[in-house]
T-cell receptor
Framework: AQSVTQLGSHVSVSEGALVLLRCNYS??????LFWYVQYPNQGLQLLLK??????LVKGINGFEAEFKKSETSFHLTKPSAHMSDAAEYFC?????????????FGTGTRLKVLA | DAGVIQSPRHEVTEMGQEVTLRCKPI?????LFWYRQTMMRGLELLIY????????DSGMPEDRFSAKMPNASFSTLKIQPSEPRDSAVYFC??????????FGSGTRLTVV
């Protein structure tokens, strides 16, 4: 069964610093991987996704993530943090080739950006 | 498109009462998902539908919970009777398989 582990429930960075949010997954088949962002009192919004092809995926708001099969990782990065990036971030995995289409979400990482 | 629409946004009810949460998915999306979010358990998948048919309801916590999708544009999640431990934010999401889920804004349920 697929699973997702997000290391660090809280991450703090200074404005302008690199953002690195970690995600490791477990999957028995080639996975689809996703990052979502949740702002307070809102639903989750898709940041980026990996399905097939290029392993470096670019998303909205300057975020990107790299699929590394050998490390079973899909870490989210942004070169320079902005105050507006403060939110909760969720990594998710699905196994479309197994016949199911449900996503399994990680427990989330709350990003704090310090002025 | 207006996105996934959930109602109500907030619901406060007394223990033992019936609660019905509603969701209108994006037109053309053939998958619909119900999630529950709490501080303790994070995001939990309760049930999902494909073409209005329930595919996996293994996440529904108890028989007090039920979900229906009578047509492609409407789904309900019902809790009867409600209990304080059901207090959470309930999200509906829809998808067409290709572009990832689109989530609604959620219903914050408080059972007192």
């Amino acid at each position: 069964a697929q699973s997702v582990t997000q290391l660090g429930s809280h991450v703090s960075v200074s404005e302008g610093a690199l953002v690195l949010l970690r995600c490791n997954y477990s999957s028995s088949v080639p996975p689809y991987l996703f990052w979502y962002v949740q702002y307070p009192n809102q639903g989750l919004q898709l940041l980026l996704k990996y399905t097939t092809g290029a392993t470096l995926v670019k998303g909205i708001n300057g975020f990107e993530a790299e699929f590394k099969k050998s490390e079973t990782s899909f870490h989210l990065t942004k070169p320079s943090a902005h105050m507006s990036d403060a939110a909760e971030y969720f990594c998710a995995v699905s196994e479309p080739t197994s016949g199911t289409y449900k996503y399994i979400f990680g427990t989330g990482t709350r990003l704090k950006v310090l002025a | 498109d207006a996105g996934v629409i959930q109602s109500p946004r907030h619901e406060v009810t007394e223990m033992g009462q019936e609660v019905t949460l509603r969701c209108k998915p994006i037109s053309g999306h053939d998958y619909l998902f119900w999630y529950r979010q709490t501080m303790m358990r994070g995001l939990e998948l309760l049930i999902y539908f494909n073409n209005n048919v329930p595919i996996d309801d293994s996440g529904m916590p108890e028989d007090r919970f039920s979900a229906k999708m009578p047509n492609a544009s409407f789904s309900t999640l019902k809790i009867q009777p409600s209990e304080p431990r059901d207090s959470a934010v309930y999200f509906c999401a829809s998808s067409d398989r290709h572009y990832g889920y689109t989530f609604g804004s959620g219903t914050r349920l408080t059972v007192v």
